[in-house]
């Protein structure tokens, strides 16, 4: 009979690993194929060289993603953002032993080798797990009942509303299961249930522990392995919960500071094809012979027109609202909103993404990412004064999307108001934004002797 029993318990064990192995590899499995996706989707976008002066890279990689730098002009706000971030990226350490207690079967893995080490680790996570839901309740209550500005923009309608809240109640959910565990875990200890070993007392579970010091230890079990399965399955679930939410930023952060454009800030990039009109009638003789020369475009229509540093910064988008806090055409009522400008890239790209990989290949849709998804009125609003880039926590630059679509809209579709129109005719013509023959421009002087 016990040697039956043995066996059964053994089985179960078995059972149990077999369970949590196929849902780790499911997991990685779907998070790596929309993972890949993304990445696909990104390289849509035009090839541009963003490789040199790496010791920069480095550096705003380490201040800015890492660090976050520019959360720190609201140092209250910035802290507590940190403490979620570090909260996230350290608790989820654990998220290792976790994953190798199920598939070996063991428990706390990792404490026969480190000893006290490990239970100041755990103490130091459950500190952070602590912070994380308290500021968490902050956050949820910024959104929610304060409703700040830039929270309840309506660039934030609907599904984007919904996905912040989401995320903020399973942080919550996930370090209450982390701290429920440990009790659970800390009661077991001090009944003497074997397999739980004796860790030490944990500095917030410890204070939760005794409540369930009248429970058997078979409940106790139960509530351990309870937490243990949703918390290692919620994290699972929130790996695969990222590519479909802003969250992703999470990822893609550092990436994204990596390569970010280390010019002068708000500098634009002369297209190449105009730089060589130019020369070509100053200078003739380079004018190439071949009369079968592709035309050249001008600017981006849609997102494959863009460069895949833009459809980068569309993915690392947070959705703060910072860029459209900080727009002077946003805060004095103009439509654009360099928020909405991410996220409706982000939206035309995710578009044709589910269109190439429905068809092995990009159908025409009728639709563009300029007109469909982003208007005239919210391209010409722009000042391209670069408070928007400024702003930005992550490196992101709406105003290199903005400038490339109105690049589109005038010189492709010589869509511009009249008063454009007028200062560009006198450019060429006059060479100057003025109605006056070059020869006469000196003309003034006269008047002065």
Known sequence: ???????QMKAMYI?????????????????????????????????????????????????????????FKNPLVAVMHLVIYTGFIIINLEVLEIVLDGIFGTHRLFFPFLGSFYTFLLNFFEILAAGVIIVCVVFLSRRNILKLKR??????????????????????????LFLTMNATDRALQLQGSGHYHNTGNFIFSGLLAPIFSSFSAT??????????????????????????????????????????????????????????????????????????????TFGAKDVQDLSWKNLLDAYSCTECGRCSAA??????GKL??????????????????????????????????????????????????????????????????????????IMEDSNAPQEWNTMFGNIENNFAPWKFSPEDRDKWVEDLA
């Open 15 to 71: 059972v149990s690993q077999i369970i949590f192995v196929s849902i780790l590899v499911a997991a990685v499995w779907l998070f790596t194929k929309n993972i890949l996706q993304i990445r696909r989707n990104i390289f849509l976008g035009v090839a541009e060289h963003l490789n040199d002066n790496k010791p920069e890279r480095w550096r705003n990689l380490l201040l800015l993603a890492l660090g976050q730098k520019k959360m």
């Open 327 to 332: 727009c002077p055409a946003t805060i004095t």
């Open 336 to 409: 654009l909103s360099p928020r909405k400008i991410m996220m409706d890239t982000r939206d035309r790209l995710t578009e044709v993404g589910k269109n190439i990989t429905a068809n092995t290949e990009f159908k025409p849709d009728g639709k563009t990412l300029l007109n469909n998804y982003i208007s005239v009125e919210e391209l010409r609003a722009c000042t391209t004064c670069n408070a928007c880039v400024e702003a930005c926590p992550v490196s992101i630059s709406p105003l290199d999307i903005i400038v490339q679509l109105r690049r589109s809209l």
């Open 151 to 176: 929270f309840i923009s309506k660039d934030l309608d609907g599904w984007p509303h919904s996905d912040a809240n989401y995320i903020l109640i399973a942080e919550i959910i996930l370090m209450s």
């Open 1 to 7: 009979m016990i040697i039956t029993l043995a066996t």
């Open 219 to 296: 409940t106790l079990m139960s509530i351990e392995r309870t937490c243990w399965w949703i918390h290692i399955i919620g994290i699972l679930a929130f790996l695969n919960y990222l590519p479909y939410s802003k969250h992703l930023h999470i990822v893609l952060a550092f990436p994204n500071t990596y390569y970010a454009r280390l010019p002068l800030p708000g500098k634009m990039i002369n297209m190449p094809s105009v730089q060589n009109e130019v020369t070509y009638m100053m200078q003739p003789e380079l004018a190439p012979t071949d009369g079968n020369a592709q035309t050249p």
